[in-house]
């Protein structure tokens, strides 16, 4: 149980859904283990919300910082490690989250927009975190140690109309862990992935645009995971005995089977 102690882990994507929760599930192993939580996202007024919430429920032992950044901007990335506070400096478990999906248009109404924001924060961010974090668990012994811990999605293994944007994104997320866990074969480094089925947060809201009845109306008639259970995976992963990779992780809810494949009640 103790897997954790002392370590520095790094949420992208924090201010919301399942990085949010993320961060509260982390927060609960905190006061026990010394554990430091980075939550990062573009909201940063959200994040100090969620920084203060850890705070209110874990006690002061908790050591949380809230980091602004916007992980589609490769500058914004390159600064990210060197501007944290040295204590928060020497991180272990990075969680790459941070992603969204723009409408739901066929291939060829895609707005370009829609196409570069999807590619530059779901793949080009998450590389580019994962190379600014690398190089710190590249300098501890016998070639590395940490976690990096990518959130796919079943849309990157069962591509469906209407999304072909978000599901290459996300086979992109999947074809980079693979190739980074051989690549990092010599290594204590763990890279993980965890791909979530339908879990209800701000990602349909997102998707259409803050209209909230078309979000609401892909939750009709069938029970979404909720953001925890994926949150309860992603720290199971990073709670694993060093020498365990739980290398591959798909998540349903009970009622459905494929990206499409949903039982409705109504
Ligand atoms: P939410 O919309 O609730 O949360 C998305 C998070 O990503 C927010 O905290 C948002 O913060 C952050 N984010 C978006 N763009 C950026 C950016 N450029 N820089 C930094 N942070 C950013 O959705 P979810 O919690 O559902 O999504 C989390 C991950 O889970 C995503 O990668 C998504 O693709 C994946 N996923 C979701 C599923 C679902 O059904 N909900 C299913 C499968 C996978 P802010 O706006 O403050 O920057
Ligand atoms: C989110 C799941 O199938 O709605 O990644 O795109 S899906």
């Known amino acids: 149980a103790r897997r954790l ?29 010394n554990l430091k939580l980075v939550l990062t996202a573009r909201r940063i007024d959200a994040l100090r919300d969620v920084a203060a919430k850890i705070r209110a429920d874990v006690g002061d032992g908790v050591n949380v910082l809230p980091v602004q950044l916007d992980v589609s901007s490769p500058d914004q990335v390159r600064a990210f490690v060197a501007g944290l506070p040295d204590e928060f400096r020497d991180i272990n478990v990075l969680v790459n989250n941070a992603g969204l999906v723009k409408g739901v ?13 999807m590619f530059q924060t779901n793949v080009t961010g998450l590389i580019n975190m994962t190379q ?30 209407g999304g072909s944007i978000y599901c290459a994104t996300k086979a992109a997320v ?18 993980m992935e965890v791909d979530p089925g339908q879990v209800e947060t701000e990602f349909s809201v997102v998707r259409f645009n803050g209209d909230k009845a078309k979000a609401d109306a892909v939750y009709t008639g069938c029970e979404p995971l909720t953001p925890d259970d994926i949150a309860e995976a992603i720290v199971f992963v990073a709670g694993r005995r060093e020498n365990v990779v739980i290398a591959d992780t798909l998540i349903f809810p009970n009622h459905q089977a494929g990206a499409g494949i949903m039982h409705r009640k109504s």
């Open 174 to 191: 999947r074809s980079f862990t693979e190739s980074l866990r051989k690549e990092l074969i010599a290594t204590r480094i763990r890279v």
């Open 5 to 33: 102690e002392g370590k520095t882990i790094v949420i992208t994507g924090a201010s919301s859904g399942i990085g949010r929760s993320c961060a509260f599930e982390f927060a609960r192993a905190a006061p026990a283990n």
């Open 132 to 161: 600014a974090v690398l190089p710190v668990f590249q300098a501890r012994p016998d070639g590395g140690a940490g976690d990096i811990i990518n959130i796919g999605s079943i849309a990157g293994r069962d591509p469906y109309p």
């Open 105 to 117: 248009a066929k291939a060829p109404e895609i707005a370009e927009q829609d196409i570069n924001v």
